[in-house]
């Protein structure tokens, strides 16, 4: 039983299914209007360090961020992937998991409405706030990105600064966007939740489809 029960759990779906519950939580404490204290209290520390050079450092990971640069990021790492390493099903991997995450993006966004923050707001930007678009689409890049680079690090040095870097850039992403007041705290939380959930959803797929992938070639082989 239990060998049997070990190989039915997977760890990508069971990831994915604990950030789409937290990810329903916030949703929930966002219509309920019970998430305004946590807002309230990551809004005054992350705007309190309110400076010029921090406004610059803030806009650069924005811009960043911003779909122009991420569709530029995702090209110039697909024709990579391609030209380089041939690797097609990586590629294919890639633009599902983004292009799947913008599309749940303007989704609920859609259903919910929330309008963006009005206080202390350093940019203007238009439509609605949850999730932050920014927030997902850099979890969706650099995590998608690191699950794609991390067999070709040979060394443990390498891929545990491989994690940092990814780590850093969706982190300051998602500060980014509450520091400037275009975003609420829960905004980029929920983003990273919801994108996170998609993400290790493509994971298990790509993975179950490698697998029997690997499957056929063994039995043409027997």
Request: with cysteine; proline share 3%; glycine share 6%.
């Amino acid at each position: 039983m239990k060998p049997n029960l070990t190989k039915k759990i997977s760890i990508p779906l069971l990831v994915a299914a604990l950030c789409l519950s937290a990810f329903i939580s916030i949703a929930l404490s966002i219509s309920d209007n019970q998430i305004h204290r946590f807002d309230a209290v990551l809004i005054d520390l992350i705007q309190g360090m309110e400076s010029p050079g921090m406004t610059q450092f803030m806009q650069f990971f924005t811009w960043i961020g911003s779909e122009l640069q991420v569709v530029v990021i995702t090209v110039i790492v697909m024709l990579i992937l391609y030209v380089f390493l041939r690797h097609k099903r990586e590629l294919l991997f890639l633009a599902i998991v983004l292009a799947g995450s913008t599309l749940l993006n303007a989704v609920i966004k859609l259903l919910f409405q929330r309008a963006r923050p009005t206080i202390n707001r350093i940019i203007e930007v238009s439509g609605y706030s949850f999730p932050s678009g920014h927030s997902m689409a850099a979890f969706s890049l650099y995590g998608g990105l690191a699950f794609l680079i991390w067999k070709h690090i040979p060394t443990f040095t390498g891929r545990v600064c491989m994690i940092a870097a990814s780590a850093a850039f969706i982190l300051m992403i998602g500060i980014s966007r509450i520091y400037l007041g275009v975003h609420y705290p829960s905004d980029v939380v929920g983003g990273y939740f919801l994108s996170g959930c998609w993400l290790f959803t493509c994971i298990w797929f790509y993975r179950r489809h490698l697998q029997r992938l690997s499957e056929l070639q063994a039995r043409s082989f027997a």
